[in-house]
Structure formats: structure tokens, C-alpha cells
């Protein structure tokens, strides 16, 4: 009996039954090479379905040469991607996935980079991507798109999929057509309502005709209603029962956000749990023949059942929860939920590389993007049991041990603190972001789990490693600040000048609250990413008077890849802090700075406190000792070079399976 029998009762939908209701929705893994689906999307997929997935939605076809998007997207109106989808569709439904293909054209927000076409659109309005104008489609033109939606889904059918799902979210070619916002037209595919949704009936009705009775067509659309220019949910409800009424769709997903505030898309952390359920429930009060599927910040599989037992959706799409572990479902339905790798909303890596035209990865799961190479989200024992020492409990630290654990190994893990996560934990201690902490809850049940013997307040050094007589040591020991306040804008100053004059803390210590601020802070943020963002929210919350000084034309310019960083800048701003751009702090005097932005005349800010959140140096000391004492040994993380928890977890990761 699982503890979530709603979320594990079986829905069928035309052709195909769903084993369960949680769907590895569609989203961009950007993973094609030369526009083909290669070995990276098939080790993707086929794990999620291995994982226990009930439906995978694989990521959009561009439908047209216009609607191209991304590097790593797939090639557009040729056949040649069918014999490489057809690997994928056998392999997830081997696995027991229904397996469908989302179809798209962007309509005005595309991106000439990669297409090297001018963007098409109802009205010619400009593309929110980049400011181009688009190109108004002709009648011509749009026949060809109509078509063109077809002949992809033909090349899915073809190449096995069971369904498509078309891409009508967030403002895209086929929502834009229904939207009067972007529809200005007044021919045929403008004005009324009926006019407005005939570029998605003809689409979908042809569909139906050239692939069958059981084949799946299904709708993506999103509510904004926030947005004056996006359509009310009342507004979305009609369209919807229009097309209910003519059974031209099998189910409809509702996504959150739009191009026109692309925030909510993939909310971060300063979004709510379950965003998109209430608009799936609305939905569902006028759709009689459509399934309806609530998606966004679902996350987990508690949050999942809540869903469909309370009846507002009946299916739930979990894309970064499966992205972060693979096996969310069958966890979940074995009675495991507490063995779930918890994704933190952080978008670090999924679409803070998707934002960067790179193939998508998982912070906390590297092994997502490369499981062809790395054997899934699984482990091989490893030939020969060793004995293995790790030093260091922080996020390197703490993969190690676990990989290690997982392939067999007998593991000490030995920590200097009272406390495992090391400065990963103080990043869960800044506002928002207590999911790290959920994250390290977890890595240290897995730990327990896997009989790792946890050694706190364990200062190692090379005498006490030598003498502990591992025959593997992975040294984990982290970084710490400079201490000298150096900055990439003024490089000729190996320290800041007047640092001497006291008051000046690193963000490390006012997280670890090792030292007390004064009321008014001037933090200087080296970096745009969250260590110096967090920690200005942080002492701003706390009611800090916070001016920040960055090098960078903004600040948190570092989380804009996350989407996190307008909500950041927002709740600075309402918090009173002042922001000091493309600037460095030319000297320190103890109770005031200098700022210079290098253009105006500098300024002199009182402060009673500086806290610097800048590139921290490699705590590498423990790695030079045992250099040359003949023992094995692994560096990780930021004791190799000072960055992100990304690398260090990376790493671990890979040098834990090579042991
Ligand atoms: C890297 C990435 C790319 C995405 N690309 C698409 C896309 O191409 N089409 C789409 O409908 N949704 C896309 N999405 C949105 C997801 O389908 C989903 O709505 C969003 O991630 C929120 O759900 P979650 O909280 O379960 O992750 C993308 C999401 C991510 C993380
Ligand atoms: S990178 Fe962050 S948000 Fe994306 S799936 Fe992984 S943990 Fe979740």
C-alpha cells in the first residue's frame, strides 16, 4: 500500500496508460548535437523513466526553420531526427514511460543567433527576448506554420512517440495568435474568438487526422494573469472551453510566468510550492473532456498527491524534482519520500545553463546530462572495497563520502566543526534558502544510512591522516576569505587600501554570526553571485542600513541566470538598501569609504561596518603536508580551487566513482 494512492492510480489517456500521475514535463535540455537527439537525451530520459516516471514530455521541436531557439535544439522539418528519436521512445517505454513530444514555434520572441531567421508573429510585435522586431505573417506564411506543426508531429509519430504536446505557453507563436495583445489582425485569424483560435484548431485538427484516434494531443499553455497583456484567467478559461467543446485536445498542462516577466517561469526560491495548482484547478472547472495537468513548483510527491486528491489537476508535471533525482517516483511509491535528493529551486544549473545556450545539469546531481557516461543516478560497486578517509564535511565532502559509501567502501568522514555542510550551510542560512539545509538533512541520512562513521569537531592533520591508516584519503577542506579585500577593478592593489583601519568582516563571518555589524553596512560584493547578494537580504532583513558596492553593471548580476536576481534587487530596494554599480571601493577609513565609479567624482559613504563577499582562497595546507608521503590521495572541491558548490559537488562526484 504506497503512502501517495492517488498520485500511483494509473490514468489513461487515447492510446496510452499512464503507470502514475507525475509527468517529466517538458522542458529544454538543449542537448542536441548538429540538431539531433544523440546519446546525452537518450541516457536523460531513459533514466527518469527508469526512475518510475508515469509520462515523459520530451523537450520541444522547433516546428519551422523561424522557430529555432537554442544551440542544442533539434533540428527543424527534417526527417533525419527520426531515427535517433526512435532510440529514445524504444528505450523509455521499455522502461514503462508513456513518451510524447512537445512541439513549438516561438512566434516574435526568437533568437536570430540561432536561426538566422527574422521572427514570425500574428502583428509584428517585437520579440521580449531581445527587442527585435517581428515579422507579420502572411496568409501564405501561415499555412506553412500550420503545416509545418503537422509534418513534426508526423516525424514524432514516425519515430514512435505516443503523442504531442503543442507549445502554446508563456507567449509563444500559437498563444500569441489567441491573445489580442499580440492578434491585432483583422482577417480570418483575428478579432473574434473563434477567428483567434483557428490557428491551433486547424493545427490540432489535422493532427488528429493525419495521426489517429489513439494518438495523444495534448495542450501547454500559462497563466499571468498579473500581466495586463497576457489573458485573465476567465479570458484563458473560455479559449480553453472553446476548445473542450470541440474535443480538439486530450489534456492540457498550465505553466506560471511569461516572456512578459520571465520570473515565474521556473520560480526560484522566492516563489511559493504548488504556484500552478490554483490555475489547473480553474481549468478543470471548465474542461470536461481535456485532462488537465498542474505544473510549477510542484517539487514533491507530498505536494503531489495533495494535487490530485484534492482534485485540482489529474496528472502533475515535476521537472526540476526529477531533473535533482531521477527516481522521485519510484521512491515515492516504495515509501521512501526521505531518500529524495531535494532540488532547491536554485536554477543554478538546469536553466542557469539552458540560459547560457549550454546542455542542462543539476547541481546537486551532476550525474544529470551525462548519465550515457556515468550509468545513470547509479553506482557500481566498486572491484575492491577500501578504507577510505574523507576530510572535510562541506558539499565536496559529503558527495565523496556518499558516492564511496554507495560503491562499497568502509567510510570515516571526518569534520573539523559541530556541524556538517561547511559554508554550503550558510548559504541555507540566508534567507530563501533554507532548501540547502533540506539538501544537507539529506545528505547526512544517506550517510547514516550507508554506515559512514561521521566524526565532528575532528581537526585533521597529516600526522593524525597518516596515523588513521586509510588507504584512500579524499582531502575536502574547503576555502576560507583573503582577508585582504583585493579587487578585480582595482588590480594593482594586492589589499584595500585602509583595510587595517578595522570593521571589516567576510560575509562568511556575518552568516557563521561570528562577529556583530553595525547598523550601517557597506558590503563590497566582488562576485554578483548569492554570497554577496544573500548576505546584503540577510543583514537588510535583519534591519541593516546595507549600501552595496560591486564591480559589476548590477547587482546579483551573477544570479540573473537563476532568474532570482529581479526578486533579489526588488527586495533590496523595498528594504532600503542603496546599490553602487560598475564601482570599487577605493579606500577603507574604519567609519566611512571611498567609493569610485570610475566616471563621476568619488563619494564618501559612512559605514559603521565593511563586509566583503569576494573569491575565497583554498584551504589547501592539509594537501601540501601529504604531498609526497606516499599516501592515496583525492583532492575536491574548493581546497583544489576556491568556486561554487557546483564544482565541488561535481567533482566529488566523479572522483568518488573512480575509486
Ligand atoms: C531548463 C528548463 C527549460 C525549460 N524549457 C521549457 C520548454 O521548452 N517548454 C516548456 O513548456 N517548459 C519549459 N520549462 C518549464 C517547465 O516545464 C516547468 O514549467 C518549470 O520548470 C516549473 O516546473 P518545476 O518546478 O516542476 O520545475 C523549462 C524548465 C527548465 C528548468
Ligand atoms: S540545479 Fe537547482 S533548481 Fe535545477 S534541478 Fe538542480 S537543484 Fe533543482
Known amino acids: 500500500m504506497t503512502a501517495f494512492p492517488n498520485l500511483f492510480s494509473p490514468l489513461t489517456i487515447r492510446g496510452a496508460t499512464l503507470r502514475n500521475r507525475i509527468v517529466f514535463g517538458s522542458h529544454t535540455a538543449n542537448m542536441a548535437e548538429n540538431g539531433l537527439p544523440g546519446e546525452r537525451h537518450l541516457g536523460y530520459y531513459r533514466e527518469r523513466a527508469i526512475g518510475g516516471a508515469g509520462m515523459i514530455v520530451v523537450e520541444p521541436v522547433p516546428v519551422h526553420e523561424t522557430a529555432l531557439l537554442t544551440r542544442g535544439n533539434f533540428r527543424p522539418g527534417s526527417d533525419e531526427v527520426i531515427p535517433h528519436f526512435r532510440k529514445i521512445t524504444e528505450a523509455v517505454k521499455a522502461e514503462g514511460a508513456v513518451i ?49 506543426f503537422v509534418q513534426a508531429a508526423r516525424r514524432a509519430r514516425d519515430a514512435g512517440f505516443q503523442g504531442v504536446e503543442l507549445f502554446a505557453a508563456y507567449n509563444a507563436l500559437i498563444d500569441q495568435f489567441w491573445t ?11 478579432g473574434s474568438l473563434e477567428n483567434r483560435c483557428r490557428f491551433a484548431a486547424e493545427i490540432a485538427s489535422r493532427i488528429r487526422k493525419m495521426a489517429g484516434e489513439d494518438f495523444i494531443i495534448g495542450l501547454a499553455i500559462n497563466l499571468h494573469p498579473e500581466i495586463d497583456a497576457s489573458l485573465s484567467i476567465e479570458a484563458t478559461q473560455e479559449v480553453l472551453a472553446w476548445f473542450d467543446s470541440r474535443a480538439l485536445f486530450d489534456y492540457v498542462t498550465c505553466g506560471t510566468g511569461s516572456y512578459f516577466d520571465f520570473t515565474g517561469i521556473i520560480p526560484s526560491v522566492f516563489f511559493a510550492d504548488k504556484l500552478g495548482a490554483p490555475y489547473a484547478e480553474a481549468l478543470k472547472a471548465v474542461c470536461k473532456h481535456m485532462k488537465v495537468q498542474a505544473e510549477s513548483h510542484i517539487r514533491t510527491p507530498e505536494n503531489a498527491e495533495y494535487v490530485i486528491s484534492s482534485g485540482q489537476a489529474d496528472t502533475v508535471s515535476i521537472v526540476r524534482g526529477q531533473i535533482a533525482d531521477p527516481h ?29 545556450d549550454y546542455w542542462i545539469s543539476c547541481l546537486i546531481n551532476p550525474s544529470a546530462g551525462r548519465e550515457f557516461e556515468w550509468g545513470g543516478d547509479r553506482f557500481t560497486p566498486a572491484a575492491k572495497p577500501k578504507k577510505v578517509l574523507v576530510v572535510g564535511g562541506g558539499p565536496a565532502g559529503l558527495e565523496a563520502a556518499r558516492v564511496a559509501a554507495e560503491r562499497g567502501h568502509r567510510v570515516t568522514l571526518a ?60 582531502m575536502a577542506t574547503g576555502s576560507q576569505p583573503t582577508g585582504d579585500g583585493f ?25 557563521a554570526r561570528q562577529v556583530r555589524p553595525g ?8 562576485g554578483g553571485n548569492w554570497k554577496g547578494a544573500g548576505t546584503a537580504l540577510y543583514l537588510a532583513e535583519a534591519g541593516h542600513q546595507v549600501t552595496i558596492v560591486t564591480p559589476l553593471g548590477m547587482v546579483a548580476k551573477e544570479v540573473e541566470r537563476t532568474s532570482a536576481d529581479i526578486p533579489i534587487r526588488k527586495r ?34 559612512e559605514a559603521d ?50 575509486i
Open 328 to 356: 522521485l517516483a519510484n521512491k515515492a511509491r516504495e515509501g521512501r519520500p526521505e531518500d529524495i535528493r531535494p532540488c532547491l529551486s536554485c536554477n543554478q544549473m538546469c536553466w542557469g545553463r539552458r540560459f547560457r
Open 100 to 148: 510524447c513530444n512537445q512541439l513549438y514555434h516561438v512566434g516574435q520572441h526568437g533568437d536570430f543567433d540561432n536561426s538566422f531567421q527574422p521572427n514570425w508573429s500574428p502583428s509584428g510585435l517585437p520579440s521580449f527576448h531581445d527587442s527585435d522586431g517581428s515579422h507579420q505573417m502572411s496568409e501564405a506564411e501561415i499555412e506553412t506554420a500550420i503545416e509545418s
Open 572 to 605: 533590496l530596494k523595498a528594504l532600503g538598501a542603496t546599490f553602487h554599480t560598475d564601482a570599487a571601493v577605493k579606500e577603507w577609513r574604519g567609519n566611512a569609504a571611498v567609493i569610485t565609479d570610475f566616471a563621476s567624482p568619488d563619494v564618501e559613504v
Open 487 to 511: 579587487q578585480r577593478a582595482l588590480p594593482h592593489h594586492d589589499r584595500l587600501p585602509g583595510i587595517e583601519n578595522g570593521n571589516v568582516f567576510s560575509a562568511e563571518e556575518v552568516m
Open 180 to 190: 489580442p495583445f499580440n492578434n491585432r489582425r483583422d482577417d480570418r485569424w483575428g
Open 415 to 474: 569534520e573539523a566543526s559541530d556541524k556538517l555542510g561547511g559554508q554550503f550551510r550558510l548559504a541555507g542560512l540566508q534567507p530563501r534558502r533554507h532548501q540547502i539545509i533540506d539538501y544537507l538533512d539529506w545528505q547526512e541520512r544517506q550517510l547514516n544510512k550507508l554506515q559512514v562513521e561521521v566524526r565532528l569537531n575532528t581537526p585533521m592533520d597529516a600526522d593524525e591522516v597518516t596515523a588513521f591508516g586509510a588507504d584512500v584519503v579524499i
Open 609 to 658: 561596518t565593511l563586509v566583503i563577499a569576494a573569491t575565497n582562497k583554498a584551504d589547501d595546507w592539509l594537501a601540501r603536508e601529504l604531498d609526497g608521503s606516499g599516501l592515496e590521495t583525492i583532492e575536491v572541491g574548493d581546497s583544489v580551487a576556491a568556486r561554487t558548490a557546483v564544482m565541488a559537488i561535481y567533482e566529488a562526484r566523479k572522483k568518488a566513482m573512480e
Open 519 to 526: 547598523k550601517r553596512v557597506l558590503l563590497l560584493d566582488e
